[in-house]
């Protein structure tokens, strides 16, 4: 019996190493495990020509020495019509067809782009066995460092895209993105050696490298990953601009005063611009149908394929050149949301609290303990946990501030400011905002008053939200312009003092920068009874029109 299982064993271990494929694969590969990578590209009768093309250009020396490499070989009949004394074309052509990974025809995993050994970005698919779109026609071949595949045609070095770019001045939009390239110091190269006179450091030797600020935020050149650019022509590029142009006014100071700043303020728009063209994607053929996409910083950028004049293919993406491409100001300058609790100061921040709740925007919100008395409530009423704590705030004005970063447009504000105590149902929740503007005088507190100097409306009108207390949901209040009483340092709001022009609902917003908020109690009494604050968020909606 033992005889017989053992015999029946080893009749299916014959049989099952008769009909594995890979076993017959492996035996016939063995051969080749012996030869380097150049060695066995010598031995292929149609891979002549490539042979001699690395010999030539001294590619054999290269892959000798690589531990580890994955060779695309064109066959001899790829090479009709390519002149093979142009070193520059045949050089590109060698480095884009290795790469120093092992690379089975069949392996999922590198699917997609490739980085060659020339540092440019190639594509392999392994479900079509193509390389850069070539067909593989014979697979897997295994030298000592490396795999071996045969391609039926020659694969040409090709640009990235600023590389590209390069090449398309003709375009105002090109010539713009151009003009930012300079040198700066090679931190990592320069050799630190002293001070000058003026305390800065001096290098020697001193070492200077490419720069481009574009392509610090938008890695064109990035072989790594993949996008797509639209360039406009002129007449569009030209309207584009006329368009941003006035949502980015810029300043500079001159003497003692900021004046408007022309000449920065078109490169700010045009950076901006250029920037609104990149999308981090390969935008190929089957996509073209859509009307539109999100860019770089997740803006919809409007798109239509009648507007195509030309496709340019590139290592690392597409260029398309279009006739226009009418971005929408409103996709562009978007509303900015500041949260509660991402304050940047506050007067006292013993009597904040940052509080959880699941129905706040982020989760939290925050809240000023105090307490004030109201028209129609016979008592005091407080936040906190009791009339007696000793984190009540007793003051005029607290502020807790916020900055934000604007453009040079109109915005409407709004609010969430929930009280949620039930015992306040019924209480209006009035709340003042102060705001200064960008390159003037920040909000503060005036010398030995509690008034808020520096708001850029005055002293005599803020911003003023007005909301009821302890309502079931939240609700989105929008601030607008009322009258204050400028006489008194405490800044109380005059009854009914609510501005009703439509301008008073708007903050106009000069220049683009950053803007300081405070947000303030001390509406109708002072002192103890100077009243609490709630904050959700505050958001700026920008009024804009194409």
Aim: charged share 20%; proline share 3%.
């Amino acid at each position: 019996m033992k005889y017989q299982i053992s015999s029946v064993l080893l009749a299916l271990a014959l049989l099952f190493a008769a009909c594995n494929p890979w076993d017959d694969h492996t035996a016939l590969s063995d051969k080749n495990m012996a030869k380097n990578m150049v060695e066995l590209i010598a031995d292929q009768e149609d891979l002549s020509t490539f042979a001699a093309m690395l010999q030539q250009y001294g590619y054999d020396q290269t892959l000798a020495d690589m531990s580890s490499c994955t060779v695309f070989a064109p066959v001899n009949a790829a090479w009709e019509g390519v002149d093979l004394n142009d070193s520059v074309l045949v050089k590109g052509i060698l480095g884009s067809m290795i790469t120093d990974l092992k690379i089975r025809s069949n392996d999922a995993t590198f699917n997609g782009k490739i980085l060659a050994i020339n540092g440019k970005a190639v594509g392999f698919d392994a479900d079509e066995k193509t390389f850069e779109g070539i067909q593989i026609v014979t697979a897997d071949l295994a030298a000592a460092n490396g795999l071996l595949h045969k391609v039926e045609a020659v694969s040409k070095r090709k640009d990235n895209l600023w590389e590209a770019l390069d090449k398309l001045t003709q375009y105002k939009q090109v010539r713009y993105l151009l003009s930012m390239n300079t040198q700066v110091i090679d931190l990592d190269k320069s050799v630190p050696s002293g001070l000058d006179e003026n305390g800065k450091i001096t290098y020697d030797p001193i070492v200077m490298k490419d720069y481009n600020a574009f392509l610090e935020k938008y890695p064109l050149n990035n072989e790594r990953e993949v996008f797509s650019y639209f360039i406009v022509e002129d007449a569009a590029y030209d309207r584009m601009l006329s368009k941003y142009a006035p949502c980015f006014r810029m300043e500079t100071k001159t003497a003692d005063a900021w004046a408007f700043d022309a000449a920065l303020t078109d490169s700010i728009a045009a950076f901006n611009l250029c920037g609104d063209y990149v999308l981090p994607f390969l935008l190929e053929e089957d996509s073209l149908a859509k009307s539109q996409f999100t860019n770089f910083d997740g803006i919809k950028i409007p798109f239509s394929q009648a507007n195509v004049k030309e496709v340019i293919d590139c290592s690392n993406g597409y260029i398309y050149i279009l006739s226009d491409c009418n971005i929408s100001l409103k996709n562009k300058i978007r509303p900015i949301r500041i949260e509660g609790e991402n304050y940047n100061g506050c007067m006292n921040p013993f009597n904040l609290a940052t509080r959880y709740k699941s129905w706040a925007s982020g989760g939290y919100d925050v809240m000023l303990y105090g307490k004030s008395k109201f028209e129609n409530f016979p008592t005091q009423q407080f936040t906190g946990t009791s009339s007696s704590a000793t984190n009540l705030f007793n003051g005029t004005n607290y502020y807790i501030e916020y900055l934000a970063q604007v453009n040079s447009v109109d915005y409407a504000i709004y609010y969430v400011a929930h009280d949620d105590y039930e015992g306040h149902d019924g209480l209006a929740l009035e709340q003042k905002l102060f705001i200064s503007m960008p390159n003037r005088a920040k909000l503060n507190k005036k010398n030995a008053t509690d008034s808020v100097a520096n708001n850029y409306l005055g002293n005599a009108r803020c911003f003023v939200g007005s909301s009821w207390a302890a309502s079931p949901n939240p609700e989105r209040v929008r601030l607008t312009q009322w009258d204050l009483d400028a006489s008194a340092p405490t800044q109380y709001l005059i009854d009914k003092g609510e501005v009703k022009t439509p301008e008073a609902k708007v903050m106009t917003v000069p220049t683009m920068g950053e803007i300081t908020m405070w947000l303030c109690n001390t509406t109708r009494y002072n002192n103890e009874n100077a009243g609490f604050m709630f904050l959700d968020y505050i958001e700026l909606v920008p009024i804009v029109n194409d």
